[in-house]
């Protein structure tokens, strides 16, 4: 990842915290943060205070949020974009250049931030790059696994990275993505599918019970050969792959409860209206950790 990594910036503290996990991922992987500000002229400018005009405000959000950033992260190249326009529409034009976009959150069910409402549906569903959608209040030690004392900390290894893989559409790139972002961590990495359990009626000879447990195996060998080349490319990671029985929207979201990063594949089909399907639905509204949202074919 060589193109620098956008977040979103409204000048709220939701949107610090998906700074803040943007700056660490782009210090994990050496390139540069873009903070971008989508602004619009306002019909009524007495909402401002008299004397800023609107792009005045709109840079000192962005610089805000720069010196925040620079103290926690001397080092880090930040840059500034305060565009006019709609946010949807300006940030997916910053992405033009960019590798991944990082949007924020109030709350699980809030209604202002970048993740409510119509703007993360529609950066969701349109994004060519992986989008990741941080809850409001993450903070560095939330990536990481409890120390001795059952404390959040810096200091000790980083939690698993969760991947719900859909084996009737796989994705490249969303394995990609997870498997780098383990290994950028030096973190475990989970993949796990969910399958509904076909009905068996257990004859007398008992072949019903037979049939259905081959079924687990089946999934089991299609996970292994789906995994198996990027398991040659990163020897050094630790990965686990696991098919199970039940909602794909539940599984995932018990995998995640402890995880560091949910990473979830997107169709990369255009559909008439906003559609994301019900596994990034559930995620979006109850995963407590950041969610990664890779586009793919």
Not at 140 to 159: C, F, K, M, V, W
Not at 194 to 207: C, D, H, M, Q, S
Not at 268 to 283: D, E, F, M, S, W
Request: proline share 8%.
């Amino acid at each position: 990842m060589l193109r620098p990594v956008l977040v979103g910036i409204d000048g709220s503290p939701e949107a610090l915290a998906a700074a803040g996990w943007a700056a660490r991922e782009a210090q994990r992987h050496d390139v540069a943060l873009r903070l971008v500000h989508a602004w619009t002229r306002s019909p009524h400018p007495s909402a401002l205070p008299s004397t800023t005009s609107q792009h005045h405000w709109a840079r000192r959000i962005l610089r805000e949020a720069h010196d925040h950033l620079g103290a926690l992260y001397p080092h880090l190249p930040v840059e500034e974009y305060a565009v006019e326009g709609l946010a949807p529409s300006v940030l997916l034009e910053a992405l033009a250049d960019g590798a991944l976009l990082v949007i924020g959150s109030r709350s699980l069910g809030g209604s202002t931030g970048y993740l409510a409402g119509s703007v993360a549906l529609h950066l969701t569903t349109r994004c060519p790059t992986p989008v990741v959608l941080v809850r409001a209040g993450e903070q560095a030690e939330d990536a990481h696994q409890l120390n001795a004392e059952g404390h959040s900390a810096t200091n000790t290894p980083y939690r698993d990275i969760v991947l719900g893989v859909d084996l009737a559409h796989p994705s490249d790139e969303a394995v990609a993505f997870a498997f780098e972002s383990a290994r950028s961590r030096d973190a475990p990495l989970r993949i796990l599918h969910g399958y509904r359990p076909l009905p068996v009626t257990v004859t007398a000879t008992g072949t019903g019970a037979a049939v259905a447990s081959e079924v687990p195996a089946e999934y089991e060998a299609a996970l292994d050969a789906l995994v198996l080349p990027w398991r040659e490319k990163y020897p050094e990671t630790v990965m686990t792959a696991t098919a199970r029985p039940g909602r794909a929207q539940s599984l995932l979201l018990h995998a995640a409860s402890e995880a560091g990063l949910l990473v979830l594949g997107r169709h990369n089909r255009l559909r008439p209206g906003p559609y994301t399907g019900p596994v990034i639905q559930a995620a979006t509204h109850h995963a407590r950790c950041p969610i990664a949202v890779v586009p793919h074919a």
